[in-house]
T-cell receptor, first 117, second 109 residues
Framework: GAGVSQTPSNKVTEKGKYVELRCDPI?????LYWYRQSLGQGPEFLIY????????DSGLPNDRFFAVRPEGSVSTLKIQRTERGDSAVYLC???????????????FGPGTRLTVL | AQRVTQPEKLLSVFKGAPVELKCNYS??????LFWYVQYSRQRLQLLLR??SRESIKGFTADLNKGETSFHLKKPFAQEEDSAMYYC???????????FGTGTLLAVQP
């Protein structure tokens, strides 16, 4: 079956603009994660959805960042008033529902490379 | 604080040589640790997890709670092992992952 998909694959924008990044998880995966990977760093957690609700948004760096998942499937990460420091690869991952037991493997998408000029 | 440290940015070895990619962690409680791999032009994927105690593609990793380490080892490196390797820690009940900065493994012919 299809894996996690992300669009666009690349996005170039100007400082101060608004951007939306989209993630399509694997069908049946109710858990969805966003990570940000800056150059030379590992992925850094941003937000986690279980179904439609954000269960953990502790990684969002500030209130310019927001994410939604209105129907419990596709998610959109929204960045307002972009800054040059927002330039990074934004990764989405999905997994089966959390059961309170051992780790459910997260399957990653190819990422969206955001460049803020 | 929860943290993962990978001290080497680059590890270069010759084909057939042993490999050890270092990972240290900081976590209060019982950690769950993983190695993720990213091959060139491919997406990030799970290589192995400590609770499975398995060998994948000849790689193994043992959790050493005394040394707070989870080093990745392979006795004989192959050229196709060349990739970026990330050590990761499950950070709490939400399943979120805390990654190290990664080590680029380059296996020379």
């Amino acid at each position: 079956g299809a894996g996690v998909s992300q669009t666009p694959s690349n996005k170039v924008t100007e400082k101060g603009k608004y951007v939306e990044l989209r993630c399509d998880p694997i069908s049946g995966h109710t858990a969805l994660y966003w990570y940000r990977q800056s150059l030379g760093q590992g992925p850094e957690f941003l937000i986690y959805f279980q179904g439609t609700g954000a269960a953990d948004d502790s990684g969002l760096p500030n209130d310019r960042f927001f994410a939604v998942r209105p129907e419990g499937s596709v998610s959109t990460l929204k960045i307002q008033r972009t800054e040059r420091g927002d330039s990074a690869v934004y990764l989405c991952a999905s997994s089966l529902p959390l059961s309170g037991g051992p780790y459910n493997e997260q399957f990653f998408g190819p990422g969206t490379r955001l460049t803020v000029l | 604080a929860q943290r993962v440290t990978q001290p080497e940015k680059l590890l270069s070895v010759f084909k057939g040589a042993p490999v050890e990619l270092k990972c240290n962690y900081s976590y209060s409680g019982s950690p769950e640790l993983f190695w993720y791999v990213q091959y060139s032009r491919q997406r990030l994927q799970l290589l192995l997890r400590h609770i499975s105690r398995e060998s994948i593609k000849g790689f193994t990793a043992d959790l050493n709670k005394g040394e707070t380490s989870f080093h990745l080892k392979k006795p004989f490196a192959q050229e196709e092992d060349s990739a970026m390797y990330y050590c990761a820690l499950k950070g709490g009940a939400t399943n979120k992952l805390i990654f190290g900065t990664g080590t680029l493994l380059a296996v020379q012919p």
